[in-house]
Structures are given as structure tokens and as C-alpha cells.
């Protein structure tokens, strides 16, 4: 191990840079005394971005970084910046685009060599220490790099200008359309991912298989505008297929990171916050529009997962659980360990006869049952999925269905409980205001559709700490609090997905100052964020220092963009406050953006959500009362019965006996006491 005196990341608050505080490497957090360091010294920078519970991470930091000879390379020829792409998701986008821009390709670990000035030159992700696998060895890449620095100076200073105007030229490439977008791109992004579905496993595409939350969200909006029932059952075949899957977790509930085959079956096994919210607001949706019950067992199971094991004390929701975690009784970490099982074990824990009904329902043979594992860890485990229904089980036992039920959920929870045992994953306890914004609006949402006070309840509590804990002076949001600390500037996607969370709050609950709270961000946002100029957000406020450049994207990933999300929230304040101002920076938006969301409307579905919010059909659904009065109550509980995604619901405090009004677009339907009839009126949106 180290010596402290080698290393400076000691007093950081991100878990992952933590996890490199023993480190021979002398690490810096990125900041002013590294960068100046560079500078002064004449030295390359390396920088290392990843995030704690990143697998391939953790290879590279024990293959490399604590490898003591890689750690005398990097010491003498290079100032090393470790970075946590959750703390620092605006470094993390602007040197990602960079080593894609270079080698066509990306992930993480993220490593980029830097100029003194912060001007990336080269990099790529994973490096082994030496070479195997085609890839070159990290400790001939340092040696290479070094030398080339000393002897081709000023063409690598060359290299860094060239890459760093092509990222400028990337964040300027927009511009404003004379049109606005309209409906045919909806068709379009339609066409275009119906042709990726996987008629046979559900999803998109093949393997790896990412389960894309807002992309479910789009189609379904889809099927409300077109009625095409295709859209409605992609979707329905796609959320089946991950809860029968590995992808999910189904002793403890939540959903894993990705599938690497293409049957959702043997997952990447960590658990992201954004992954929770995402696909609960999915599940929640289809259930609105469909009505499968079984959907209400996932999204429970879920939001009880995240209140047991990703919330705080206090009520913020923390960042991640690691995918690697230690054997049972082993001193070695290993990819999905708490979660896989032998043959044996679950006959040993349930018994022999629900052990067979169990391992039928489940995939459980006694070779294991994981039939892609090219690292050879999950050798005679079984990753339980759903390989025949209840009615298949029945049949095949010779018991009723009800039984089966019986024997499953005790099976279950009796392996919940031994699984208690284990060593738990390591826990990212971050609280990240973005990924708290969306989590918070799930439960909300979740509250008003299954009528569960105790969800609006968790909703209100994180965004009551977000409010006291995360702003900073002037009211400015901040990104991330750890340890009674809050710090680093707020990033457009904090201000935008906890913007909408507040207004999923408001709805659910009719607290006005969430409401309030909500159109105070949202004026900062537009002052912070727009691009006056040309219209269209930037991922960083105006102030945001030591940046080679400020980005501005609306692309969806694996998170819908600050762009997309910042649309979808303003239309809704428009809605609910009737205040045009907030429509001017969304029309600003969409019309910079327009040329690359028709060039590719597929990979733009959380912007094509707000879009269809904007081209409307939309309703606003007035409920007129006081707060306490138990028919406002039943109201809320049918207006949220029902799948209307482009509506705005809010109340009018009267003493009057409850009322409903139920307007789209310029004309109202006659205002209505009683339940009945408002049923009626919503089932015409």
C-alpha cells in the first residue's frame, strides 16, 4: 500500500476517488492546484474517469494503479486527475466525446492524456497493464506517450488544438431551423425502432441489451396519439420479458444495469438509482394503459427495494450498488456473487420438493444455468429468471395455480432472507440532485397512480432534502452532497429532472410549494443554461470554470438529455401556470435541434416525448375544493387511473362543493361533481 504522502485525493468526498486514496499513483482531484501543476511543471496530464461501482474500473485500478512500477511511470512523466463521472458529468462528456471522436468508441474506465491546458491529444477506456487481447499494454502506452511528448512536442500540442476545435465545432453545429418539428418525425422515430424490436426476447436490438426506460415511455405516448397497437405491444412484450429476466432482481426487487445477452437473462449486475426510476415510470405507464396487474408487483417490489436499500436516513436516494461483490465466505470479488445460486443451496434452504417446483419455475440446473459467461464467473451458478409461467408450472406438477404461487413466494422470501447473510455490494451513498429529481417524480407518480400515500411521502421527503441540503448561495442548485457536504454547481440536468420532479410532486400531492419552488428553478435555468444566441441548452451554467469547452447536446442515452427533460419540464409549467414565457426557450429549442433530430429521431425519445407534449393534443384538468375533502381525493385517484401523459393537473382551494374541469386545447367539457361523470370526460382525452 501507499503512502499518503503520494497521494492527494484524502478529504475528497466521491466514493470512487475513495477507492483510490491508497494508491501509489499520485492522484489529484480535478482542480486548480493539478491543473496549475501541469502547467508549471511542463507536464501531460492523465486523466482516469470512472465511477465506484464500475467493474471494469476496478480491473484497471488493481492491474495498474496499484501496480507499483505503472504507479513510478505515471509519478515521473505525467499529473494524474482521477475523476467520478457522477460527481463530474460535464468533464466526463466533453473527454468522452473526445476519445470517441478519436477511436470510434467509448466507456469507462475513460483513459485520456492531456495537454498542461486540458486539451486531449489521446486515450481510450480499459487498458490491460500489458499487452494481451490486441490491446496495448498500459505500461508500454505511458512509456510511448512520455517519449512522444518529449520528442514531438509541438505536434502533440498540435493534436490537442485540432481535437479541441473539433469539440467546439460539435457544440456549434446547431442551427436554428425555420421550421419546427412536427409530427411525421414522431412516425419517423416510430418506424425506426420498431425495425431494432426483438420479436422473439422483446427489447431492441441485440446483445448487449440495454433496458431503455424513456424509449418504452415515447412509444407509449405512440400508441395514445396513432392507436397503432404494435407500439402498445412491443412495449408490453419488452416489460414482461424483463421481469421474467435475470435483469431483474427477484428475491429483492430492482433492476440491473443491462443484459449482456440478447434474452435479458445473465445481467451486468450493478444496480443504477436512474435505472429504478426509468423503468417504474415504464411500468407504471403501460399499467395506467393496459391494466396487467402483475406490473404492480414489479413497480412495488422496486420502489420497496429503493426505500430499503437506496435511501438515506434523512430521505435523499443514494447513487448505485456495485455489480462485483464477495463469494460467501470468500476473500475474492466477483461479478453478481450476492445475487447467483448453486442447485444446491436452494435445496439445502427450501427443502427438496419446493426446491424442484422452485428450480422449475426458475432455470435452475445443477451445472448452473448462466449460458453466456466469458470470464468464467458464474461456473455452476444459476441466475434465476422465469422460464415457465404459473399455468406451465401447474400443469407440469400437477398442482393448482394458487399453490404454486404459494410455494414460489415462500421459496423467495426464504432466499431473501439467507441472502442476508452475504456481503452486500458496495454502496456509491452519494445523493446526486438529477438522479434524485427523477427518482422522487416515480415515486410521486407511483403515489397518485397506486393511491399509496407512503410513496408521496418518500417523494416529498428527498425533495425536502434537496431543498435544504442542495442549494447553495443565490439559491443556486447544487450537484452532489456526501457527508453533510454539498458542492459542484448544478448541471442543467440537476435543475431540469428535479424541476420536473417537483412538479411530478405538486401534482401528486397539491402542496403549492413545490409548485413554487419549481418555477423559481426553471426562471434560474433558462438564466443559467439557454443559449441566447441560438437557442437550446448548455450542459453547464455560464460560470462553470477550467472548462476546454461548454457542451450542449440533446441526445438520450442511457438518461434522457438536460435538453429533452428541460422541454418537457417547461411545457408543463406553461400548462400549469398559463405563462407563455415558458414556451419561448422551448420553441428556441426544438427549432436548433431540428436538422439532428430528423436525421435520427430514434435516438432523440425522451425529446420526442416532450415534442408530442408540445404538439399537443395536451389537457389541463383543474380540480376545484378544499384539500382535505375526501371527493377531491377520489378525483385525483381516477384522473390518475388513466394513461393521459400530456396533461397538467392542479388545484383551485375553494370551500365550494368539488369540482372537476376537464379542458384540451381551447375548449372545456362542463364541469362536473361527481366521480362518475369525470371518468367519463377523461376516457374522451
Known amino acids: ?59 484497471m485500478a488493481h492491474e495498474s494503479f496499484e501496480n507499483q512500477s505503472i504507479a513510478g511511470v505515471i509519478n515521473k512523466h505525467f499529473v494524474a486527475i482521477k475523476v467520478d463521472r457522477e460527481e463530474r458529468p460535464d468533464l466526463d462528456q466533453i473527454y468522452m466525446s473526445a476519445i470517441t471522436a478519436m477511436t470510434g468508441q467509448g466507456g469507462w474506465p475513460l483513459t485520456v492524456f492531456l495537454t498542461p491546458q486540458g486539451k486531449p491529444f489521446y486515450g481510450g477506456t480499459y487498458f490491460p497493464p500489458f499487452a494481451k487481447w490486441g490491446n496495448p ?22 493534436s490537442g488544438d485540432e481535437i479541441t476545435q473539433l469539440l467546439h465545432a460539435q457544440t456549434q453545429r446547431y442551427t436554428a431551423s425555420s421550421q419546427m418539428p412536427n409530427a411525421s418525425i414522431l ?76 434474452r435479458w437473462h445473465v445481467p451486468h449486475f450493478e444496480k443504477m438509482l436512474y435505472d429504478q426510476a426509468l423503468l417504474t ?93 466469458p470470464h468464467g464467473e458464474f461456473k455452476g451458478k444459476n ?21 404454486v404461487q404459494e410455494i414460489l413466494n415462500r421459496g423467495q422470501h426464504k432466499l431473501f432472507d439467507y441472502r442476508k447473510n452475504r456481503q452486500r455490494p458496495h454502496l456509491d451513498d452519494k445523493i446526486l440532485t438529477d438522479w434524485n429529481g427523477l427518482m422522487l417524480g416515480v415515486f410521486a407518480f407511483a403515489g397518485a397512480a397506486l393511491n399509496e400515500p407512503s410513496y408521496v411521502l418518500a417523494a416529498k421527503r428527498a425533495a425536502d432534502f434537496v431543498l435544504a441540503n442542495l442549494k447553495g448561495p443565490q439559491g443556486r442548485l447544487l450537484h452532489r452532497w456526501r457527508q453533510e457536504q454539498a458542492d459542484i454547481l448544478g448541471t442543467l440536468e440537476d435543475y431540469a429532472f428535479f424541476i420536473n420532479g417537483l412538479l411530478d410532486l405538486y401534482e401528486a400531492s397539491f402542496d403549492q410549494k413545490y409548485f413554487i419552488e419549481a418555477k423559481v428553478l426553471a426562471a434560474d435555468m433558462v438564466h443559467l443554461f439557454e443559449d441566447k444566441e441560438k437557442g437550446g441548452f448548455f450542459l453547464t451554467a455560464q460560470d462553470t470554470p477550467d472548462l476546454i469547452v461548454r457542451p450542449k447536446d440533446v441526445y438520450d442515452g442511457a438518461l434522457p438529455s438536460g435538453n429533452s427533460v428541460a422541454a418537457y419540464g417547461l411545457i408543463r409549467l406553461h400548462l400549469l401556470g398559463l405563462e407563455d414565457k415558458w414556451l419561448s426557450p422551448v420553441e428556441r429549442l426544438f427549432r436548433i435541434f431540428f436538422t439532428s433530430i430528423e436525421k435520427a429521431p430514434s435516438a432523440y425519445s425522451f425529446a420526442l416525448c416532450a415534442l408530442d407534449f408540445y404538439l399537443g393534443p395536451s389537457s389541463t384538468i383543474v380540480l376545484e375544493g378544499a384539500m382535505n375533502d375526501s371527493t377531491l381525493a377520489q ?34 367539457q362542463r364541469p362536473t361533481q361527481t366521480i362518475s361523470e369525470l371518468e367519463n370526460q377523461l376516457l374522451q382525452i
Not at 492527494?8 to 470512487?16: A, C, E, I, R, W
Not at 392507436?227 to 421481469?243: F, G, R
Open 383 to 403: 441466475i434465476l429468471y422465469m422460464t415457465h409461467s404459473l399455468q406451465e408450472i401447474s400443469g407440469h406438477f400437477n398442482i393448482d395455480v394458487a399453490q
Open 187 to 262: 412516425d419517423a422515430a416510430y418506424h425506426q425502432i420498431s425495425s431494432q424490436f426483438d420479436r422473439q426476447n422483446g427489447g431492441f436490438g441485440g446483445a448487449p441489451k440495454f433496458p431503455l426506460g424513456h424509449q418504452l415511455s415515447f412509444l407509449l405516448r405512440y400508441y395514445k396519439r396513432s392507436k397503432d397497437t404494435k407500439a402498445l405491444e412491443m412495449v408490453e412484450a419488452t416489460l414482461t420479458a424483463i421481469a421474467r429476466g435475470g435483469i431483474y432482481d427477484h428475491l429483492g426487487g430492482g433492476f440491473h444495469r443491462y443484459s449482456t445477452d440478447a
Open 1 to 59: 500500500m501507499a503512502s499518503q504522502a503520494f497521494n492527494h485525493l484524502t478529504g475528497q468526498k466521491s466514493p470512487y476517488l475513495l477507492q483510490h486514496v491508497d494508491n501509489p499513483v499520485d492522484w489529484y482531484p480535478w482542480g486548480t492546484e493539478a491543473l496549475r501543476k501541469a502547467q508549471s511543471e511542463h507536464k501531460p496530464i492523465l486523466l482516469s474517469i470512472g465511477y465506484s461501482t464500475c467493474h471494469w474500473c476496478h480491473v
Open 281 to 373: 415510470r415504464a411500468y407504471l405507464e403501460c399499467y395506467q394503459l393496459a391494466g396487467n396487474t402483475q406490473y404492480v408487483g414489479v413497480i412495488r417490489q422496486t420502489l420497496d427495494y429503493v426505500l430499503r436499500d437506496m435511501q438515506q436516513p434523512q430521505g435523499g436516494f443514494y447513487c448505485a450498488e456495485d455489480a462485483d461483490s464477495l463469494a460467501f465466505e470468500g476473500t475474492h470479488k466477483s461479478e453478481g456473487a450476492f445475487y447467483i445460486w448453486s442447485q444446491a443451496e436452494i435445496v439445502q434452504i427450501l427443502g427438496l420438493k419446493d426446491a424442484e417446483i422452485f428450480s422449475y419455475a426458475f432455470g435452475v440446473q445443477s451445472q448452473g444455468n448462466a449460458q453466456f459467461d
Open 137 to 158: 499494454g498500459f505500461m508500454d502506452l505511458l512509456n510511448t506517450v512520455a517519449q512522444a511528448w518529449e520528442n514531438q512536442h509541438e505536434q502533440i500540442l498540435s
Open 635 to 668: 378525483m385525483r385517484i381516477v384522473v390518475y387511473k388513466h394513461f393521459i401523459p400530456n396533461k397538467s393537473v392542479f388545484l383551485r382551494l375553494s370551500q365550494l362543493p368539488v369540482t372537476a374541469y376537464v379542458c384540451q386545447g381551447n375548449g372545456c
